[in-house]
């Protein structure tokens, strides 16, 4: 009898810990912030005036496409503040928008493949595979996040636009560069947003969530 009382009486303390409210810490909220400026950034000029958002219909769109990712990307993190995860429709749209701009961007490198229009440049092989490289690993990490549990509660939806966002933000630097043409205001928005995508990115993969009571 006493056994069991005592038992009973520790269950509380032997029990899991709830995991933190992590979502309404000063870093998630900062991220959500820094996150906005990548929405306005779609109306302001890159690199020689040009803006994604005016060759979202013409034949530079595949470069302009992707910029739209910050528009769910914060709306997610502004969810993810306000309730700590994300519903299933949400999270299902999420990944779907992540696979639609990796698509996107990784159909720009299957048309110089097909027709063997390789690089020929030190820069050309650099704009060609290091983008590739990104869209690569982030598809990989993007899985591994979701399939592993380390990113739960849809917490996997955004960092997966997350890491789709990123390739072609690399390729228009390194576009922009090859053409010896200034970075401009939207450019310098878009690099700061990659960074904070980045640092979310990170800390959501090395940070091992508490267990949650049975």
């Known amino acids: 009898m006493t056994t069991t009382a005592t038992a009973t009486a520790a269950?509380?303390?032997?029990a899991p810990l709830p995991a933190p409210r992590r979502h309404r810490s000063a870093f998630s909220i900062g991220i959500a912030v820094v996150a906005f400026a990548g929405v306005p950034a779609i109306w302001?000029?890159?690199?020689?005036?040009?803006t994604p958002a005016s060759v979202l219909f013409n034949d530079e769109w595949q470069l302009g496409w992707p910029y739209l990712l910050a528009v769910p990307i914060a709306a997610a993190l502004v969810r993810w503040v306000a309730s700590g995860r994300l519903s299933n429709a949400e999270r299902w749209s999420g990944r779907l928008f992540a696979a639609g701009a990796a698509?996107?961007?990784?159909?720009?490198?299957?048309?110089?493949?097909f027709h063997g229009n390789w690089p020929s440049g030190a820069g050309d092989w650099m704009g060609f595979f290091v983008p590739l490289a990104l869209l690569a690993g982030g598809?990989?990490?993007?899985?591994?996040?979701?399939?592993s549990g380390r990113a739960p509660d849809g917490l996997?939806?955004?960092v997966m636009m997350e890491a789709a966002y990123l390739p072609n933000v690399v390729l228009c630097v390194l576009m922009a560069?090859?053409?010896?043409?200034?970075?401009?205001?939207g450019a310098y928005v878009v690099l700061l947003t990659s960074v904070a995508y980045v640092i979310h990115l990170l800390a959501a993969l090395v940070t091992r969530p508490a267990p949650r009571p049975a």
Do not use: E, H, K, N
């Open 44 to 50: 302001l000029p890159f690199a020689y005036g040009i």
């Open 139 to 147: 598809a990989a990490l993007a899985l591994w996040a979701m399939r």
């Open 156 to 158: 996997d939806a955004m």
């Open 177 to 185: 560069g090859s053409w010896d043409q200034p970075l401009q205001s």
């Open 11 to 14: 269950a509380p303390f032997l």
């Open 103 to 113: 698509c996107v961007t990784g159909s720009q490198f299957v048309a110089p493949i």
